[in-house]
């Protein structure tokens, strides 16, 4: 992973987009942040590479 802090970003920002167009549901920046930290956690922990696609192994 390139950049922790820019990855958690990308995914709280796209699980906001997700819950945006639900009207039962809604998910802030803030309560998305925590979240993405566990989602790109638990990639990690199964040995999931995260960085842009430009990036050499």
Do not use: W, Y
């Not at 920046?29 to 566990?38: G, N, V």
Request: aromatic share 4%.
């Amino acid at each position: 992973m390139v950049d922790p802090h820019q990855v958690n970003t990308i995914v709280a920002t796209t699980v906001c987009a997700f819950f945006k167009g639900l009207s039962i549901a809604q998910i802030g920046t803030e309560e998305a942040k925590p979240l993405a930290k566990q989602i790109t956690e638990a990639l990690n922990a199964v040995g999931c590479r995260l960085c842009p696609a430009n990036t050499p192994p």
